[in-house]
Nanobody, 121 residues
Framework: QVQLVESGGGLVQAGGSLRLSCTAS????????MAWYRQGPGKSRELVAA???????IYADSVKGRFTISRDNAKNMVHLQMNNVRPEDTAVYYC???????????????WGRGTQVTVSS
C-alpha cells in the first residue's frame, strides 16, 4: 500500500501564492505519475496538474501560467506552486499517484485525503 499525505493548504487572498506538498510513503513501490486534483463546492473532481515519470507535465487550461507542479523523486514528493490565485481556485486539493507495487506486479491508483484551499476576494 501507498499512503499520500498532503500539506500546505489554507486561506490566501486573491493574487497571492500558496505551495502544496504531498509525500508518498509505503514499501516497495515506484511512484509513476503523480498529480493534483481539486474539487470545488458543488463541482466534480478535476485534474489540476500531473507530472509523469520521466518528466512530462500536464496542466488544466484554467491554471496554465499560474500553477507549477514539481517532483522530488528521491523523497517521493510532489509539490504544487500556486501563484496569482483566484477565488475560483477555492477547492479541496487531492494528491493522486499511480504507483507500481512490486509485490503485486501491478500499478495501482492512490489518493490522499485532501487539503482545503480557500481564496478570498
Amino acid at each position: 500500500q501507498v499512503q499520500l499525505v498532503e500539506s500546505g493548504g489554507g486561506l490566501v487572498q486573491a493574487g497571492g501564492s500558496l505551495r502544496l506538498s504531498c509525500t508518498a510513503s509505503g514499501s516497495r513501490f515506484r511512484a509513476d505519475t503523480m498529480a493534483w486534483y481539486r474539487q470545488g463546492p458543488g463541482k466534480s473532481r478535476e485534474l489540476v496538474a500531473a507530472h509523469t515519470n520521466p518528466d512530462r507535465t500536464i496542466y488544466a487550461d484554467s491554471v496554465k501560467g499560474r500553477f507549477t507542479i514539481s517532483r522530488d523523486n528521491a523523497k517521493n514528493m510532489v509539490h504544487l506552486q500556486m501563484n496569482n490565485v483566484r477565488p475560483e481556485d477555492t477547492a479541496v486539493y487531492y494528491c493522486n499517484a499511480d504507483a507500481y507495487i512490486f509485490l503485486d506486479y501491478r500499478t495501482r491508483e492512490f489518493w490522499g485525503r485532501g487539503t482545503q484551499v480557500t481564496v478570498s476576494s
